[in-house]
């Protein structure tokens, strides 16, 4: 039902306002709930913890770009409370809003307040997290200041052709951004962003490789979209929000054509039992059970 609803949806004027409004008020998909923001900062978490690995450098001096920020800037304030100075972040449509960011610097609030946040951020400029307690109270104020004070800068635009510099941004990062752009595209993204990253920069990737139908669904499990052809899926996925179903091998090819080095990977290694419950299409008959199961995984690379 979720799949025509939004496969109509994205035939509409303005579609991504209306998938929004949809998502808000029936499915429930894009509301801050407690579970997305954990996983969000969790995120942003290990993005710090791979560039401290991987760049010897003061993070407070350091560029950063975001791939597909979306709704919610957590993980744009979560490196502004960690003394990130420039952040900017680059999606297909302007997502966000003043109420957004209100809404998520009150949940950034609502965290350590609980003494969770600190499970996630082991350090917090004291005098920064004074300006997510004034944004949390700023309704009124326009979207491009509220921005301002946290140091973001939205690029709204295409991530294969960006106005920044050769080898200007220290860290770019995306999170669940991956499987939802078509294979030839982000090869050229990743074209992209080997150009402006810096000779040693990072780069540090998380996917989702499962069904997100599944998601919402609870009658299927999360490899189940890997039953249809190509032909059939083309019919049931839609242009809101994509699922290219690509798996953790291949995104690992395009790094190696591309001669982007992995310098670290981790993955969820999933479930084989669900897996042996779909009749796989033929096009994922010279995957192994292994390499199909895999749910989930950051690419981490090392420019140099």
Not at 41 to 70: M, P, Q, W
Not at 132 to 153: T, V
Request: overall charge neutral.
């Amino acid at each position: 039902m979720k799949a025509v609803l939004q496969k109509g949806i994205s035939y509409l004027p303005q579609k991504e306002k209306i998938n929004y409004w949809f998502q808000k008020n029936v499915t429930k998909g894009v509301n801050l709930s407690d579970e997305y923001f954990g996983y969000k900062i969790n995120h942003a978490s290990d993005h710090l913890r791979f560039f401290k690995k991987y760049a010897a450098k003061n993070i407070k001096d350091c560029i950063v770009l975001e791939l597909g920020t979306g709704w919610y800037p957590i993980i744009p304030i979560a490196f502004f409370l960690n003394d990130l100075e420039q952040i900017n972040s680059i999606d297909i449509s302007d997502w966000m809003t003043n109420e957004n960011i209100m809404i998520t610097c009150q949940k950034f609030l609502e965290w350590r307040n609980e003494d969770k946040l600190d499970r996630y951020l082991n350090y917090i400029n004291e005098s920064k997290w004074k300006t997510i307690e004034e944004l949390s109270k700023q309704n009124g104020l326009e979207l491009d200041k509220m921005c301002e004070m946290i140091y973001l800068k939205r690029w709204v635009g295409d991530a294969r052709k960006t106005d920044f510099k050769n080898n200007s941004i220290d860290l770019i990062c995306s999170n669940n951004t991956f499987e939802h752009i078509p294979e030839e595209t982000l090869i050229n993204i990743l074209k992209e962003f080997k150009r402006i990253n810096k000779n040693d920069g990072v780069m540090s990737h998380f996917i989702d490789l499962s069904d997100h139908f599944a998601h919402f669904d609870k009658s299927i499990n999360i490899y189940n979209f890997l039953k249809y052809s190509d032909q059939r899926w083309k019919m049931i996925d839609n242009s809101i929000q994509p699922q290219n179903r690509l798996r953790f091998k291949d995104y690992k090819k395009i790094y190696g054509k591309l001669q982007i080095p992995v310098s670290y990977e981790e993955v969820r290694k999933g479930n084989l039992e669900e897996v042996k419950k779909i009749d796989l299409d033929s096009n994922f008959h010279d995957y192994t059970l292994e390499e199909i199961a895999i749910s989930h995984g950051y690419i981490i690379s090392q420019v140099k």
